[in-house]
């Protein structure tokens, strides 16, 4: 799409994660934000307090069938994303999918299988591959500092999980299958890059431990997340207006054994007091390990062989904001309209992103059923060959 011009950009489904379209205006590239597409009134009238006077419309068909867009940026409803995205694809129309890439393996190969045969470009927005803490957890493992990963762990401490998953429709397997999609595709994605491979059998466990109890339901409709949000809903069996269906895992345990050999495990815990992930990354020399998320924190590496120690050998800060990841979405939105307007390969190949979801689904049907172990069936060989690899 390099031909001089804007890029007109649209944003589907303008909720809590539509805020990231604003980072195009900060990106310094040829690409501006035209329309937004959104089914509900309320969607709407966010869309023009975030981009102005643009066209607001309220089905993405919309946006196809007007021809308003060379791009969107897809930041509705996880359910809804397989649908969006492949009619968007087979439009000509390059998509920005906020991840997950679908709630199912099967969805998630109907994109990429999208992509390919309509050569449209797809990015998927695994935005915490450009974190700070990532970024220095993958410089350690480059340079060498441990020798060769044998094994990768995450333990996701979700203090506020209560809040951001349980008061709407996060909460309803229906819609998000559960959350090793929602929110452990994030720390799938990154366990693949630090350990060089990719998930090819997984085991799950889980329940519904705190959450299930809660009477107290609704009251949210129309609201976004930060209309509730608050560090005093506390402790977590204390919480109100839960969302009327509750029926995710509010803790969950995954093990898998990669295509390379590396064994890892993700745990994630919605009722915790904190909220922050520890990763622990281990190979041949020594291990890294992360203290802080964000900003401020650190990742130390061990190298030299001792008794316990809080103290690392060497020790590096993690950069970026202190808070949130503003500046990893900032890198991710530039990223993608680089990869659209110069065609530039992203970090991330839509590869990547669909053996997140294969993970975290394979992992959440294992924990449903007697935790099973569950092999990931390949990628036909041509929708693998037509993406670029990325930064595995």
């Known amino acids: 799409m390099g031909n001089g011009e804007a890029v007109r950009v649209g944003v589907v489904g303008v909720g809590q994660r539509a805020v990231i ?19 509900t009134e309320a969607g709407r009238a966010r869309a023009r307090e975030l981009f102005g006077e643009i066209d607001v419309v309220e089905q993405h068909t919309d946006l196809i069938d007007r021809k308003l867009v060379d791009a969107a940026i897809v930041t509705a409803p996880d359910w809804t994303h397989a649908e969006i995205a492949v009619d968007l694809l087979r439009a000509g129309i390059a998509v920005y999918l906020e991840k997950p890439l679908a709630i199912t393996l099967e969805d998630a190969d109907a994109v990429l299988a999208a992509a390919q045969e309509s050569n449209t470009p ?13 970024r ?12 060769e990963v044998k094994t990768v762990w995450c333990r996701h401490f979700v203090g506020n999980g209560g809040d951001y998953y349980f008061k709407d429709w996060h909460a309803d397997r229906s819609k998000v299958n559960s959350l090793l999609l929602q929110k452990a595709s994030h720390d799938l994605d990154v366990i693949h890059m630090l350990a060089g491979g990719y998930t090819r ?13 809660i009477t107290d339901r609704g009251g949210h409709e129309n609201e976004l997340m930060q209309d509730w949000f608050s560090f005093d809903n506390w402790p977590p069996a204390a919480q109100t ?34 909220y922050w992930r520890n990763y622990t990354v281990i190979g041949t020399e020594g291990r890294a390990e992360n203290f802080g998320d964000t900003g401020g924190g650190v990742v130390k590496v061990w190298n030299h ?29 530039t990223e993608f309209l680089r990869y659209v307007i110069d065609g530039e390969t992203p970090t991330l190949s839509p590869v990547a992103a669909r053996e997140a979801v294969a993970a975290g689904a394979l992992a959440t049907r294992s924990l449903r059923n007697g935790s099973v172990p569950l092999d990931v069936p390949e990628l036909p060989a041509a929708v693998r060959a037509h993406f670029p690899a990325g930064t595995r």
Do not use: K
């Open 21 to 39: 379209a604003r980072h195009i205006a900060e990106s310094g590239l040829a690409a501006t934000v035209v329309a937004a597409a959104d089914p």
């Open 122 to 134: 797809l990015y998927i927005g695994h935005n915490f591959r450009h974190s700070g803490v990532a």
């Open 136 to 147: 220095a957890l993958r410089d350690v493992v480059a340079r060498g500092e441990i020798g």
């Open 201 to 213: 059998r997984v085991v799950g466990m889980g329940q519904l431990a705190v959450y299930g109890g």
């Open 241 to 274: 207006g839960l969302n009327e269906v509750v029926d995710v895992e509010d803790v969950s345990l995954v093990l898998m054994t990669l295509d390379n050999g590396v064994l890892a495990s993700y745990e994630q815990c919605h009722f915790t007091p904190d």
């Open 305 to 333: 062989r001792r008794g316990w120690s809080a103290d690392g050998d060497r020790e590096y800060p993690i950069s970026g904001v202190e808070e949130g990841h503003a500046d990893a979405d900032l890198l991710t939105m």
